[in-house]
C-alpha cells in the first residue's frame, strides 16, 4: 500500500508547504475523508486549554505511524490547521496525524512551547491504544519555527531539565521532518536566526536559554534521522540553518537526507519540488523503518 501512495504522490501531485501550515495539492491524492477527533485537550498551561486534532484513515487495521505536526510563525503567531486537506499523502501512506497547538509567546516564552509539543507527544503515547497510534512511530513534523520545535521534540535526551513532571514519558521518535527551522539561535553561530522574534520568545530568561533552546545543543550519535528541507534563497530562516544542521547530524554519524529547494525561499515552493519533497519524505521514513505494516 506504501507503493502505491508513493506513486499517487508523483501521479496526482503532493502537499504545499508553506510557512505556516500545509496547504491541500491543487490535484487531490485520493484519500477517503479520514476519522475526525477535533480540539482534544491535551494540557492546561498558564490558565490556558492546549488542544490537539487527531486524524485516522480508518481503510488501515492496526496501530499506525504518526506524523505529528507543529505549525510556524516565529512562535509568536501561527495556529494548527483548520483541516488535514495538507496531510493527504500521509494518510494515504497510512499514517495517523496529530496537529498541535501550543503556547505562544504572548502567553509565555521559552522554553513554554518546546514543553507543549513535548506533553503532545507523550498525550499520544498515553492515548495510543484509544486511536490506535503506534507510540513507536511517532514523527515530529514541523515548518519554519514548527521545525525547530519539531527538531527539539525529538532530539531532547530522556533525562532533560526541559519536560514538565507530568509529560516525561515520551514515545518512539525514529524519524524528524525538519522543514526550514531555526538551527541555531545565538547570533554569532553559523546559520543563525536573528529575527527579533527569537529574543522576544526568548524572553527575560537566563542567558542560558539561547543554547539549551538550540536544536544543535542535543546533536548526537544514535539520535532520531532528520529530513531536512531548506530553499537556498530562504529570505527569512537561513539557508545555512539547515546546511550546518546537516553537517552536524554527519560528524555524528546520524542518518539524514537534505532537499535543497533550488531558488526557494520561505515555503511556497514549485508544484515540482512539492512532488519530490511529499515523494522523498515518504521514502524517507520507509527507508528507516517508519512507514508500512509491522
Given at each position: 500500500?506504501?507503493?502505491?501512495?508513493?506513486?499517487?504522490?508523483?501521479?496526482?501531485?503532493?502537499?504545499?508547504?508553506?510557512?505556516?501550515?500545509?496547504?491541500?495539492?491543487?490535484?487531490?491524492?485520493?484519500?477517503?475523508?479520514?476519522?475526525?477527533?477535533?480540539?482534544?485537550?491535551?494540557?492546561?498551561?498558564?490558565?490556558?486549554?492546549?488542544?490537539?486534532?487527531?486524524?485516522?484513515?480508518?481503510a488501515f487495521k492496526?496501530?499506525?505511524?504518526?506524523?505529528?505536526?507543529?505549525?510556524?510563525?516565529a512562535w509568536w503567531?501561527?495556529?494548527?490547521?483548520?483541516?488535514?486537506?495538507?496531510?493527504?499523502?500521509?494518510?494515504?501512506?497510512?499514517?495517523?496525524?496529530?496537529?498541535?497547538?501550543?503556547?505562544?509567546?504572548?502567553?509565555?516564552?521559552?522554553?513554554?512551547?518546546?514543553?507543549?509539543?513535548?506533553?503532545?507527544?507523550?498525550?499520544?503515547?498515553?492515548?495510543?491504544?484509544?486511536?490506535?497510534?503506534?507510540?513507536?512511530?511517532?514523527?515530529?513534523?514541523?515548518?519554519?519555527?514548527?521545525?525547530?520545535?519539531?527538531?527539539?521534540?525529538?532530539?531532547?535526551?530522556?533525562?532533560?531539565?526541559?519536560?514538565?513532571?507530568?509529560?516525561?514519558?515520551?514515545?518512539?521518535?525514529?524519524?524528524?521532518?525538519?522543514?526550514?527551522?531555526?538551527?541555531?539561535?545565538?547570533?554569532?553561530?553559523?546559520?543563525?536566526?536573528?529575527?527579533p522574534s527569537t529574543?522576544?520568545?526568548?524572553?527575560?530568561?537566563?542567558?542560558?536559554?539561547?543554547?539549551?533552546?538550540?536544536?544543535?545543543?542535543?546533536?548526537?550519535?544514535?539520535?532520531?534521522?532528520?529530513?531536512?528541507?531548506?530553499?537556498?534563497?530562504?529570505?527569512?530562516?537561513?539557508?545555512?540553518?539547515?546546511?550546518?544542521?546537516?553537517?552536524?547530524?554527519?560528524?555524528?554519524?546520524?542518518?539524514?537526507?537534505?532537499?535543497?529547494?533550488?531558488?526557494?525561499?520561505?515555503?511556497?515552493?514549485?508544484?515540482?519540488?512539492?512532488?519530490?519533497?511529499?515523494?522523498?519524505?515518504?521514502?524517507?521514513?520507509?527507508?528507516?523503518?517508519?512507514?508500512?505494516?509491522?
Open positions: 500500500m506504501i507503493a502505491k501512495a508513493l506513486a499517487a504522490i508523483v501521479l496526482l501531485g503532493a502537499t504545499s508547504v508553506a510557512a505556516q501550515v500545509p496547504t491541500a495539492p491543487a490535484m487531490r491524492i485520493e484519500v477517503k475523508a479520514p476519522e475526525a477527533t477535533k480540539d482534544v485537550v491535551y494540557l492546561q498551561a498558564s490558565g490556558k486549554d492546549l488542544h490537539l486534532d487527531v486524524y485516522r484513515n480508518t492496526g496501530p499506525r505511524p504518526v506524523l505529528v505536526y507543529i505549525h510556524g510563525g503567531k501561527g495556529e494548527k490547521p483548520a483541516g488535514w486537506g495538507g496531510f493527504r499523502a500521509y494518510l494515504a501512506a497510512g499514517f495517523s496525524v496529530v496537529t498541535v497547538e501550543y503556547r505562544l509567546t504572548d502567553v509565555a516564552t521559552a522554553p513554554a512551547a518546546v514543553q507543549d509539543v513535548r506533553c503532545a507527544l507523550s498525550w499520544v503515547k498515553a492515548n495510543a491504544k484509544a486511536y490506535d497510534l503506534d507510540a513507536k512511530r511517532v514523527v515530529p513534523y514541523g515548518t519554519s519555527a514548527g521545525g525547530h520545535l519539531a527538531l527539539m521534540a525529538g532530539m531532547l535526551p530522556k533525562n532533560n531539565d526541559i519536560d514538565l513532571p507530568a509529560c516525561r514519558d515520551q514515545p518512539t521518535v525514529p524519524a524528524i521532518l525538519d522543514f526550514y527551522g531555526p538551527y541555531h539561535l545565538r547570533s554569532d553561530l553559523p546559520g543563525a536566526f536573528k529575527s529574543a522576544r520568545w526568548i524572553g527575560e530568561g537566563p542567558q542560558t536559554l539561547w543554547t539549551t533552546m538550540s536544536p544543535a545543543s542535543y546533536v548526537r550519535k544514535g539520535q532520531p534521522p532528520v529530513f531536512i528541507v531548506h530553499g537556498d534563497a530562504d529570505p527569512t530562516v537561513p539557508y545555512e540553518a539547515s546546511m550546518a544542521l546537516r553537517a552536524d547530524l554527519d560528524k555524528a554519524g546520524v542518518p539524514n537526507l537534505f532537499h535543497t529547494v533550488p531558488g526557494g525561499v520561505h515555503g511556497k515552493f514549485p508544484k515540482d519540488e512539492q512532488d519530490k519533497i511529499e515523494r522523498e519524505a515518504l521514502e524517507f521514513l520507509t527507508m528507516n523503518g517508519v512507514a508500512g505494516a509491522r
